[in-house]
Nanobody
Framework: QVQLVESGGGSVQAGGSLRLSCSPS????????VGWFRQAPGKEREFVAA????????YYAETVKGRFTISKDNIKNMVYLQMNSLKPEDTAVYYC???????????WGQGSQVTVSS
C-alpha cells in the first residue's frame, strides 16, 4: 500500500507559476510510475503528466506540454510538477497517483487545489 500526499497548490493569476509536490509513504518508488492528474468541477479526472521512477521517461498531455514539467528526486523520494504559464483552464484539483504501469494508478493522494484567475 502506497500513501501519497500532495502539497504546493494555491491561487495564482494567469501567466503565473506553481510547483506541486508529491510525497510517498514508502521508502522508495522504485518500480513505480508516478502521475499527476487533475479534475475540474463537473469534469472527469484527466491525465496531466507521468514519470517512471526507474527510467528517464516522462509523458505529458498535449494540453500542458511545453508549460508543465514533471520531475523526480530519487534522494528525497519526491515527485514534482512545475507549472508555468498557467491558464484559467488549468484550474482544478490536482492529484498524485502511483502504480506499476503507465496506465494504472491504484494509489492516490488527497488532492491539492490549483486556482488560476484571469
Amino acid at each position: 500500500q502506497v500513501q501519497l500526499v500532495e502539497s504546493g497548490g494555491g491561487s495564482v493569476q494567469a501567466g503565473g507559476s506553481l510547483r506541486l509536490s508529491c510525497s510517498p509513504s514508502v521508502r522508495s518508488l522504485s518500480g513505480y510510475y508516478v502521475g499527476w492528474f487533475r479534475q475540474a468541477p463537473g469534469k472527469e479526472r484527466e491525465f496531466v503528466a507521468a514519470v517512471s521512477w526507474s527510467w528517464p521517461s516522462t509523458y505529458y498531455a498535449e494540453t500542458v506540454k511545453g508549460r508543465f514539467t514533471i520531475s523526480k528526486d530519487n534522494i528525497k523520494n519526491m515527485v514534482y510538477l512545475q507549472m508555468n504559464s498557467l491558464k484559467p483552464e488549468d484550474t482544478a484539483v490536482y492529484y498524485c497517483g502511483a502504480g506499476n504501469t503507465w496506465t494504472e494508478y491504484p494509489y492516490w493522494g488527497q488532492g491539492s487545489q490549483v486556482t488560476v484567475s484571469s
